[in-house]
């Protein structure tokens, strides 16, 4: 749902032209194709400007499935956007050579990195309705984050015919546009996510943030409708009856949140989270605990091997100061034994000649 686009439809009548678009999908190599053109651009010209490409897809029904997508040149004059410039031979040259690929993929419009709407815009779409009649222009946010939403915008030429019988104008209308991919994309997109991914955060705290930038998505439509509301009561817009019934049907959905049995659900559910968080909490504070008995008994084990280690080398090890010491001592007692031996002699000697004195 678009306010600006259906704000002023009241006095005028829209005709599309011979279409009958209602959806556009946009594929994931669409994105990734827009956003490596933007930053090629970027590298080479001084200033950021915008980029403009063609889109190749098909038509299923009333949904428009744009697969593929390529460069063109494009220069245009900031100051006067009367002046532009785009390559259409380069342009049909690249289709026929992305035709002999895929026969099946054509042009079905064109896209800019925008981010908004410009004033040159219709016609450089009535050029890309000569390749197709129903061009479709598809703005490609790249500087958009997660949480501001889808980054693509759809638009449709449309003619509105006014009731004072002036000629006929045209504008954009808008069209609800989506992601999405094949299964084959989806591996794909997958695989380039793996480098970009924070394998730190868990699936909880993954979860968790995808809650919060929706509600953070949904809370800026919200302020998005009571401006409007805001500016329709203050008769600065024209009231738009079908954005009136539709924030009617969003107004019935919401639930009775005064009923008893709505109450007690509510509780029930809260409850039984609360009980989920109380019980994780205690198993974290037992595994906790667990560990720090578990390093203590270690510490307490190293620190008695340690103490028994160095029991058995003090045994084994002697002083240095204790080994001449007792070099000293037996050299002294080797000393005082020749000391005896000799005296033995000696009084031997004496012995045996007073024998012989005697005789």
């Known amino acids: 749902m678009t306010l600006d686009s259906d704000a002023n439809e009241s006095g005028k009548k829209k005709t ?51 697969s593929n997508s390529f460069a063109v040149p494009f220069e245009e004059d900031a100051t006067d956007p009367d002046v532009w410039f785009l390559d259409h031979d380069y342009l049909e040259s690249m289709f026929t050579m992305f035709k002999k690929v895929n026969a099946r993929e054509k042009i079905v419009g064109w896209y800019h990195s925008g981010p908004k709407l410009c004033t040159n815009d219709i016609k ?46 045209k504008s954009f209308d808008h069209l609800r546009s989506e992601v999405d991919a094949e299964e084959a994309e989806e591996v794909g997109v997958e695989h380039l996510l793996r480098d970009i991914k924070d394998t730190s955060l868990g699936s909880l705290s993954q979860r968790i943030g995808c809650q ?21 009561s203050s008769d600065k817009l024209p009231v738009n009856h079908r954005i009136i019934y539709q924030l009617q049907d969003i107004f019935n959905l919401l639930p009775d949140l005064k009923l008893h049995d709505t109450v007690r659900a509510i509780h029930v559910n809260t409850n039984d989270q609360m009980l989920v968080i109380y019980v994780a909490a205690i198993m974290r504070a037992i595994l906790a605990l667990h560990d720090l008995i578990s390093n203590k008994l270690t510490n307490r084990e190293t620190e008695r091997n340690e103490e028994g280690l160095g029991g058995n080398t003090e045994s084994k090890k002697v002083p240095i100061g204790s080994v001449d010491q007792s070099k000293r001592t037996t ?19 004496l012995d045996s000649s007073r024998k012989k004195t005697d005789k």
Request: aromatic residues 4%; neutral net charge.
């Open 212 to 232: 919060l930038d929706g509600l953070s998505g949904l809370l800026r439509q919200l302020y998005e409708i009571r401006e409007y509301l805001q500016l329709v």
């Open 16 to 66: 599309p032209s011979q279409t009958k678009i209602k959806k556009v999908v946009v594929h994931p190599l669409v994105l990734l194709g827009v956003v490596d053109h933007y930053s090629r651009s970027g590298k080479v010209t001084s200033g950021q400007k915008r980029v403009v490409g063609v889109l190749l897809g098909a038509l299923n029904g009333s949904t428009l499935d744009v």
């Open 124 to 169: 450089i779409n009535e050029l890309f309705r000569k390749y197709a009649p129903n061009s479709v222009l598809v703005v490609v946010d790249v500087r958009r984050k997660e949480i501001d939403g889808l980054p693509t915008e759809a638009y449709i030429a449309v003619e509105e015919v006014h009731d004072d019988g002036s000629p006929t104008t």
């Open 331 to 349: 050299h002294k007692s080797d000393n005082l034994d020749n000391g005896k031996v000799e005296n033995g002699a000696k009084s031997n000697g």
